[in-house]
């Protein structure tokens, strides 16, 4: 069992390694009151991570290397996450009496029958749920399992960056765990809506639907904020690593906001009405109460605005740290301008606290 859900007392640091860059993340807590300690992104060499797979374990490494470096974090602990699209979950009942370890021996014993892979390919752990509905002597357990070639290229690539993984996670229970933090800026009653996070990245773009504090859907599909540093990069002839800091800072020539910048936003609202559609066409539900933004792309000016404009529902851009102390160290206003894109990495971090 390698520890997708093992609650863990160290401070860890929250890791993302997304498709361009690993995002990191280290808080404290006081009281209900957490506080960002140390923070920072770092650029990942082009196809260093393809589709949420590390390829190239040395560059991966060396950016993590440089990356606790300049962050000056104190913890050389941290909590990693495998993409939902990587893990097997499945619900599975078990009699209630059932100690931890009784658990894990039957589900190793048993685990062939609700794991597709032979077993010494995968990683799998579990985490008791609570009493199974109409039933006193028996738990719901969820059953996760991922292939081990999964979490052993984020263990080498780690150990190459001096840090160590406690905690392997799902980056779906990860971003779930950070929306705590962003529930509620939603307004009254939070927990009764039905929410979308619409995360972003720079290849990748997931769809989780909540309702009823439950995540009840979830769908990845290749789009992201690299076709917009791609379309940059051939416009203007730029480097992707010139093309990339252009779209950060700003500099473009003045045809870039009708040219470039508005068709890429045209195409993300394209995307985000189509996962939607595919929501409710396989569910019973036909609205969602909230989109929240999340990822890098959904910080582009007036991006949340053309969502909630076109499709009439309430959009606001993710940030976890609206009511968090910051240490001395930390930027401001870097933090508050990557904050949709630490998600990921802020519900990692989280982990060092249940």
């Not at 504090?213 to 051939?234: A, C, M, P, V, W």
């Not at 700003?250 to 939607?276: I, M």
């Not at 076109?310 to 609206?322: D, E, M, S, V």
Request: proline share 4%.
């Amino acid at each position: 069992m390698f520890g997708l859900f093992s609650n863990k007392s160290n401070i860890l640091l929250g890791l993302d390694i997304s498709s361009t860059s690993v995002k990191l993340l280290e808080l404290s807590k006081s009281g209900a009151r957490y506080r960002v300690e140390s923070y920072g992104v770092e650029p990942l060499p082009p196809n260093a991570v393809v589709e949420k797979n590390i390829s190239d374990v040395e560059g991966v490494g060396d950016a993590v290397k440089r990356l606790i470096a300049r962050a000056k974090a104190s913890s050389r602990l941290c909590a990693v996450a495998v993409a939902g699209s990587a893990v097997i979950t499945k619900t599975i009942e078990m009699d209630a009496s059932l100690s931890d370890d009784e658990m894990e021996n039957q589900i190793t014993v048993e685990a062939d029958q609700y794991i597709p892979y032979p077993l010494d390919e995968v990683a799998i752990d579990f985490e008791v749920m609570g009493l199974a509905e109409d039933s006193g002597d028996q738990v719901e357990v969820l059953l996760a399992a991922c292939r081990r070639e999964n979490v052993e290229l984020r263990e080498a690539a780690l150990d190459l960056g001096g840090i160590k993984p406690k905690v392997v996670d799902i980056e779906a229970h990860a971003m779930k765990r950070a929306f705590e933090l962003v529930q509620p800026q939603l307004g009254a009653n939070p927990e009764d809506l039905v929410v979308a996070i619409i995360d972003i990245g720079a290849t990748m773009t997931t769809l989780s639907v909540l309702a009823d504090d439950k995540s009840i859907y979830t769908r990845e599909q290749l789009f992201g904020g690299k076709q917009l540093t791609e379309e940059i990069q051939r416009r203007y002839g730029l480097s992707i690593e010139e093309a990339g800091l252009a779209k950060k800072r700003g500099g473009l020539p003045d045809d870039y906001d009708q040219e470039v910048l508005q068709p890429f936003k045209e195409a993300v609202l394209q995307q985000v009405t189509r996962s939607l559609q595919f929501f409710f066409s396989s569910s019973q539900y036909d609205d969602v109460d909230y989109i929240v933004l999340a990822g890098g792309t959904a910080s582009i000016e007036g991006m949340a605005e053309m969502i909630e404009n076109k499709l009439g529902t309430p959009t606001i851009i993710a940030n976890p740290f609206l009511d968090m102390a910051l240490a001395g160290k930390v930027d401001s206003t870097a933090l508050a301008n990557d904050a949709p894109a630490m998600m990921i990495a802020c519900g990692l971090a989280m982990r060092s606290f249940e």
